[in-house]
C-alpha cells in the first residue's frame, strides 16, 4: 500500500531568465518554458527521488507539488503526477520513506518573474496610474500572463515602466515590478458525468451508427436476450423486457464491433426497462473495514478499486469517487488487510 511521504529537491538557486539547476530525470537541468512554468520529470533530492506528500503521510498530491516547488524557490505547481517508487524523502519534515512509497512526477512549477516585463518594457507597481499599486499591480501583470493572483513580490526605483491598466508610459521616478511568484490560474472542476436515464425505452427497428443492430450479444454468442440486453445498456437503459428478432442483410454486432453481412439477425421490437438509479458510498466498508482504493495489494487503483467495491456490492462500475489516506483498509482482490499509511475509498458512486 502507498505510504505517503515527500521529499526535498536538490536546488540550486533561481537566476534570471528562470533557469532552475535541479536533478530532473537522467541530471540534466530543466529551463523554464515560454509560458512561464518550469518542468521537472522526475523531481530528486540529493539522489533521491522527492516524496507526493507535503510531510508524513498528510498533504499529499497538490500539497506535496507545490511544496517541491515553494522549495525551489518557484510559484505553486500547475501540473503533476506520481507512481509508487522507494526510497523518496518528505520535504516537510525531512523524513525517508523505504518502501511503497509515492514519488513526484512530471511537476510543473509556475514561474518567478526576476524582472516583469511586457512588450519589453518594466511593469510599473500599480494596476493603473499611480492607483491600486503594490499587490494590485502585482496581480494585474500574473493575470496579463495567464496565471492567477502574484502570491509574492517587490519593487524597486527605475526610469520608465509600462502602467498596464491604460497601457500608459511613466518616465522619471518609477515604481517597477521585481521577483514577482504568480499562482495558478483558478480551473473549473469538470462537471459530474451526465446521471444515466431513469426511463425505458422502446424501439421498434434498434440502429446504432445507422446499423440495424444483431440479436447476438457477441459474435454468433449470447443471441436473443443477451444481444437485447446489451443493445438496452448501450442505451443507457436497464435489460430488456421484450424482443424479437428477423432476418436482414446487414448488421452491427455489438460486442466486438463487427459487421454481419448476408444472413444476419437483427433485434426488433426491443423493450427496454429503466436502468437502476445509482447508489452513494460516503465510507465504503466490507465486513466493518474500510475499503481500499486499490483493486488487488498496490495494484489496479483508483478507478479500478472503485468498480471492484461496486461490483462486490451488486452494481456494474463506479461513475465518481474519492479516496483518503486512513491506518487501516481492506484489499477486496485477495481479502489482505492494509495498516499504516492506506489509501481508502470515498463518496463513491455505483451504477
Request: aromatic share 8%; proline share 7%.
Amino acid at each position: 500500500m502507498p505510504r505517503v511521504s515527500d521529499v526535498r529537491p536538490t536546488v540550486r538557486g533561481l537566476a534570471a531568465g528562470f533557469f532552475l539547476a535541479v536533478t530532473a530525470g537522467g541530471g540534466a537541468p530543466v529551463a523554464a518554458q515560454p509560458t512561464g512554468t518550469v518542468h521537472f520529470p522526475l523531481p530528486v533530492s540529493d539522489g533521491v527521488r522527492v516524496d507526493w506528500c507535503a510531510t508524513w503521510a498528510s498533504n499529499c498530491g497538490q500539497g506535496g507539488a507545490d511544496g517541491f516547488c515553494m522549495a525551489a524557490g518557484l510559484g505553486p505547481a500547475v501540473g503533476w503526477a506520481w507512481e509508487y517508487a522507494s526510497p523518496t524523502r518528505v520535504l516537510g519534515d525531512g523524513q525517508t520513506c523505504t518502501s511503497g512509497c509515492g514519488a513526484l512526477k512530471d511537476v510543473t512549477c509556475t514561474a518567478a518573474y526576476a524582472v516583469p516585463r511586457v512588450g519589453g518594457e518594466r511593469v510599473d507597481w500599480c494596476a493603473t496610474w499611480a492607483t491600486d499599486c503594490g499587490q494590485g499591480g502585482a496581480d494585474g501583470f500574473c493575470r496579463s500572463q495567464g496565471h492567477g493572483r502574484a502570491s509574492a513580490w517587490a519593487w524597486e526605483t527605475t526610469q520608465r515602466t509600462l502602467v498596464l491598466g491604460g497601457n500608459q508610459i511613466c518616465q522619471g521616478s518609477c515604481g517597477a515590478l521585481k521577483d514577482v511568484v504568480c499562482t495558478a490560474a483558478a480551473v473549473a472542476p469538470p462537471p459530474p458525468p451526465p446521471p444515466p436515464p431513469v426511463t425505458g425505452g422502446s424501439y421498434a427497428r434498434p440502429r446504432i451508427e445507422g446499423e440495424r443492430v444483431d440479436w447476438c450479444a457477441t459474435w454468433a454468442t449470447d443471441c436473443g436476450q443477451g444481444g437485447a440486453d446489451g443493445f438496452c445498456r448501450a442505451k443507457g437503459h436497464g435489460p430488456a423486457t421484450a424482443w424479437e428478432w428477423e432476418y436482414v442483410s446487414r448488421t452491427l454486432v455489438l460486442g466486438g464491433h463487427q459487421i454481419c453481412q448476408g444472413s444476419c439477425g437483427a433485434l426488433k421490437n426491443v423493450v427496454c426497462a429503466p436502468a437502476a438509479m445509482p447508489a452513494i458510498f460516503v465510507e465504503p466498508r466490507i465486513g466493518g473495514e474500510r475499503v481500499d482504493w486499490c483493486a488487488a495489494w498496490a495494484t489496479d487503483c483508483g478507478q479500478g478499486g472503485a468498480n471492484g467495491f461496486c461490483r462486490a456490492a451488486g452494481y456494474s462500475v463506479a461513475t465518481a469517487w474519492e479516496w483518503e489516506t486512513t491506518p487501516r483498509t481492506l484489499v477486496l482482490g485477495g481479502n489482505q488487510i492494509c495498516q499504516g499509511s492506506c489509501g481508502a475509498l470515498k463518496n463513491v458512486v455505483c451504477n
